[in-house]
T-cell receptor, first 111, second 119 residues
Framework: QKEVEQNSGPLSVPEGAIASLNCTYSDRVSQSFFWYRQYSGKSPELIMS????GDKEDGRFTAQLNKASQYVSLLIRDSQPSDSATYLCAARNSGNTPLVFGKGTRLSVIA | GAVVSQHPSRVICKSGTSVKIECRSL??????MFWYRQFPKQSLMLMAT?????????EQGVEKDKFLINHASLTLSTLTVTSAHPEDSSFYICSARNRDRGQENYGYTFGSGTRLTVV
């Protein structure tokens, strides 16, 4: 059974702080990893993708991947109240395979 | 960018009736459509995978006769919830794989979701 695990939170951080979101996955053959943001009642939107070990930065977001530890994280710098949402971690194998989602971590950025 | 149009966004139906949800890829060809379901405060759970022109592959525990999936063209996939019951009330989301985008990080586009309420 392929699983993606996340702490459900809520994670509360003050505005301007760094939010750190973590995720582990069980399927060692997973190739690609994704972070999605989902606002209540809305569809997920892609924030970051990563498939190589190390860090990948995009604006205020940094994704980190450690395949040996089967661990993925997302850092959000200078957190804003508009970042308050549920963050979903997802993994997939290569080819025509679906995304496997974690349950999501609810982030609350306090102004 | 790639867009998947999903309709309706919200639907309320009576128990025992059927509801059809459509997902259309507007500017690309969707070779594969994944259908997910999300209950409140839960994650997205894969229901089925459909490839254009083929029968859908359903996940364990998902009744194929209840959730009918049609993927007759490269731009349209439909999910029909037949004989809906209150426990089928959920948020249904489609996700399309773009045939023209082979990169691992670009392959999927989500629809906007359908909130189904069965009363």
């Amino acid at each position: 059974q392929k699983e993606v695990e996340q702490n459900s939170g809520p994670l509360s951080v003050p505005e301007g702080a760094i939010a750190s979101l973590n995720c582990t996955y069980s399927d060692r053959v997973s190739q690609s990893f994704f972070w999605y943001r989902q606002y209540s009642g809305k569809s997920p939107e892609l924030i970051m993708s990563i498939y190589s070990n190390g860090d990948k930065e995009d604006g205020r977001f940094t994704a980190q991947l450690n395949k040996a530890s089967q661990y993925v994280s997302l850092l959000i710098r200078d957190s804003q109240p508009s970042d308050s949402a549920t963050y979903l971690c997802a993994a997939r194998n290569s080819g025509n395979t679906p995304l496997v989602f974690g349950k999501g971590t609810r982030l609350s950025v306090i102004a | 960018g790639a867009v998947v149009s999903q309709h309706p966004s919200r639907v309320i139906c009576k128990s025992g009736t059927s509801v059809k949800i459509e997902c259309r890829s507007l500017d690309f060809q969707a070779t594969t459509m994944f259908w997910y379901r999300q209950f409140p405060k839960q994650s997205l759970m894969l229901m089925a995978t459909s490839n254009e022109g083929s029968k859908a592959t359903y996940e364990q525990g998902v009744e194929k006769d209840k959730f009918l999936i049609n993927h007759a063209s490269l731009t349209l996939s439909t999910l029909t919830v037949t004989s809906a019951h209150p426990e089928d009330s959920s948020f249904y989301i489609c996700s399309a794989r773009n045939r023209d985008r082979g990169q691992e990080n670009y392959g999927y586009t989500f629809g906007s979701g359908t909130r189904l309420t069965v009363v």
